[in-house]
């Protein structure tokens, strides 16, 4: 059902019980969009790294399951157990960037939650490293501990997740399709997931700072070279015998890259081979670059269902 917000009829009880996943009621008063550009400077001189914002952002709005509509970055559980401390987010990461968004919230005087915070983080992290606006619309609210049923949660912990090259496949379900299985819990199409994977690697957003998918040379920045890359014909794949695939350049012999099962299915399979060549196209950049602002600001307001669904959700076409 989701949170009460969503509820419909006149039995809806008085009583909030902490299966409903509570937050405070959003504010009367938000920040305006120039607090929020001087928000976004402090937090980029905040001397935390980019890639690490992004990444934190990433695993608040990526919790998100369009099932049961549980999850999300709204109450920031992010920084409460059991999320902080799963291994998929990087706990001692998540601290980092919570502890700096505290600080800029302390010294900034804004009313302003930490999930608006975080978002925000992301989001000036991205428009860095894009060169596009991100749009970023505030309004969430903090959950707290007390609010927050820990054996409940602890079931949303992914255990694999192909937009982070986390995890492998087991004897019944192989990498790709548990990346499939979680695109659809963030209720994302094809083209969405193939924007959101070939940005997440260039941006070098693996969980544990690898380097397998990350087919550019300047990580980091926002480019379709994940793409292009891939489907390079100069490029030989060759399997390690596991998860792992290594880029062999036909010329030389030598080893270019490394790549997982979730990243290689973006050159097999046909539907998202079809999406790979329309990214990686000489005049495809663009359009990479925009539709993965657009999935990033989907998965930022997935949660958000006081907004309609124009605000909310912008899917990429092909």
Aim: hydrophobic letters at 35%; zero cysteines.
């Amino acid at each position: 059902m989701g949170p009460r917000s969503r509820w419909l009829g006149p039995e809806i009880p008085k009583e909030v019980s902490i299966w409903e996943d509570p937050i405070p009621d959003p504010p009367a008063q938000t920040i305006s969009e120039s607090d929020a550009e001087a928000l976004k400077k402090q937090i980029l001189s905040s001397g935390v790294a980019p890639q690490k914002l992004i990444a934190v952002a990433f695993a608040a709005s990526s919790s998100y399951r369009g099932s049961d509509k549980r999850g999300g970055a709204n109450g920031a559980r992010i920084r409460l157990e059991p999320q902080r401390s799963w291994q998929v987010n990087n706990p001692a990461q998540v601290q980092e960037v919570v502890s700096a968004l505290e600080k800029i919230q302390k010294d900034s005087g804004k009313q302003v939650s930490i999930a608006d915070l975080i978002v925000l983080a992301g989001s000036a992290a991205v428009e860095q490293a894009s060169g596009l606006k991100v749009p970023f619309t505030p309004g969430r609210t903090d959950a707290s501990q007390e609010q927050t049923d820990v054996e409940s949660f602890s079931h949303l912990e992914p255990a694999v997740d192909g937009f982070r090259n986390y995890g492998q496949s087991t004897n019944r379900v192989t990498t790709e399709q548990f990346l499939v299985d979680r695109a659809h819990l963030l209720t994302l199409s094809a083209p969405e997931t193939a924007a959101l994977i070939g940005g997440l690697r260039v941006l070098n957003q693996n969980w544990d700072g690898s380097q397998h998918g990350v087919f550019t040379k300047q990580p980091g920045t926002l480019t379709n070279d994940f793409f292009k890359n891939l489907l390079d014909n100069n490029t030989e794949w060759k399997s390690t015998g596991g998860e792992v695939f290594e880029g062999i350049d036909r010329k030389s012999g030598q080893k270019k890259w490394t790549g997982t099962r979730a990243d290689l299915i973006f050159g097999h399979h046909p539907e998202f081979r079809a999406i790979s060549e329309v990214y990686g196209a000489a005049d495809g950049e663009a359009k990479f670059k925009q539709d993965f602002v657009n999935v990033w600001v989907k998965l930022a307001n997935n949660d958000r269902f006081d907004l309609t669904s124009a605000a909310s959700k912008s899917k990429p076409r092909l």
